[in-house]
């Protein structure tokens, strides 16, 4: 059925914990009206034998990072009106005061938004609905020759992008997905050894720290999937080298996977939208707008459409900056920084000075020989001044969320 760190569950082995499930004190006298249950584990097989268990009884799911504080998961199951939490594993669950009523709501899987520019928002999707958006997923991998790859998923199982795209589209295609969750670079490598047909699904934030291991490893990789936030200029040429085909998917946490590009032009290439759904791109610059059963989604996300109908991913529109009235996208600044010899990774944001007002600030991880000023003066050879970062700090690495995201917002506030 599927497999967590090279342990293979059969149906028999996940009828027996779905039974044993069935038995919890929380369950044992049936399962009748919508309820929704929060779920915190840093247990993968815990994790997603809960949700199939859950999706499959016709209840709800709250899903929260493994590594969240059981005082954090408790508060954001209540605002969620969740029945209860289980924190951990099967035994330790903990029941709700004030649960709220769903009788009127279809089984549904909830998710908080990555928050990366201010207060994370509650979202639901109906079952029903990502069970049409696997398919779409599924009929755009067919078209490939995806369909009857291996899937093996780095991204956690308890955010959309690993459960849904890696396991549960894998699931219904008939393949058995396998799950690597916390293992290192060598395990990650004999799995792909013993799985030369596999489509890795990883975030950036992954995919960099297992960078060396497939450029100067020796480990062929057939193919990569990423997702969560932008690869990097320099991390799409290093992977563009170390794999035969590079796919990078775009979506949000209200509409899911919203599009999927197979052989990446660009590190900044989203493909096109998935045949359930539509998303409204401009030649210019705009706000991209995705449509979906009936629900028009604004997503914050600017970006435009270039060659064959691709869409191209230009920032967040938060995180444009306004230096002076002239407009300043953080990403092609970064996109110049990234080709600076030594250069490792960069993220611009904005800074504020108390008499000019906005500014651009970067932050660089680079080799020792690279000063702030080789950063400056190379931004100022290919960029008007006004987008060059006026301040450049070189740092050790780049504070990241949970997700592996980035938050320009938090830099900005914290003035780093």
Not at 65 to 90: N, V
Not at 220 to 233: C, D, F, I, Q, T
Not at 252 to 262: K, R, W, Y
Not at 384 to 411: D, H, N
Request: aromatic share 8%; net charge negative; with cysteine.
């Amino acid at each position: 059925m599927f497999a967590v760190n090279q342990e293979r569950i059969s149906r028999s082995a996940y009828k027996q914990l779905f039974d044993r499930y069935a038995q919890l004190e929380v369950f044992r006298h049936g399962i009748g009206e919508t309820r929704c249950y929060a779920l915190c584990s840093a247990d993968p097989l815990f994790a997603l034998t809960m949700i199939l268990f859950l999706r499959e009884s016709g209840l709800s799911v709250l899903p929260l990072h493994g590594d969240t504080p059981i005082e954090t998961a408790s508060r954001l199951a209540e605002r969620a009106g969740c029945t209860g939490l289980f924190y951990g594993a099967a035994e330790q669950y903990y029941p709700s005061d004030a649960p709220a009523v769903r009788t009127n709501e279809p089984p549904s899987i909830y998710q908080f938004s990555s928050g990366t520019t201010g207060e994370p928002k509650l979202i639901r999707r109906s079952w029903e609905e990502i069970n049409v958006e696997i398919a779409a997923y599924n009929e755009r991998l067919a078209a490939h020759a995806f369909a009857e790859d291996t899937p093996v998923v780095l991204a956690s199982v308890t955010h959309a992008y690993g459960l849904i795209s890696g396991v549960l589209s894998a699931l219904e295609r008939g393949v058995e997905p396998i799950v690597m969750s916390g293992k290192g670079p060598k395990a990650i490598a004999q799995c792909l050894k013993v799985n030369p047909k596999h489509l890795l699904y990883g975030v950036p934030a992954l995919l960099q720290g297992l960078g060396p291991l497939f450029e100067h490893g020796g480990v062929k990789l057939r193919s990569v999937m990423s997702s969560g936030a932008p690869l990097s200029p320099i991390l799409y040429e290093q992977y563009n080298k170390a794999s035969a085909l590079l796919l990078q998917q775009y979506g949000c946490t209200e509409a899911g996977c919203a599009s999927l590009v197979v052989g990446m032009k660009s590190y900044d290439d989203l493909g096109t939208p998935l045949g359930h759904l539509t998303i409204q791109a401009a030649a210019e610059p705009s706000e991209l707008i995705i449509s979906v059963g009936g629900k028009t989604i604004p997503t914050g996300d600017l970006g435009c459409s270039f060659g064959g109908g691709n869409i191209r991913f230009l920032g967040r529109i938060d995180d444009l900056i306004n230096v002076s009235g002239l407009k300043v996208t953080p990403a092609e600044v970064e996109e110049v920084i990234c080709r600076l010899e030594g250069v490792i990774e960069a993220v611009v944001y904005r800074g504020i000075h108390p008499i000019n007002g906005e500014t651009v600030r970067a932050q660089v991880v680079a080799a020792d020989a690279v000063t702030a000023g080789d950063v400056r003066e190379w931004c100022l050879r290919y960029l008007p001044p006004y987008k060059a970062p006026s301040e450049v700090r070189m740092t050790a690495s780049i504070q990241k969320m949970p997700s592996g995201k980035i938050s320009r917002k938090l830099l900005e506030q914290e003035g780093v």
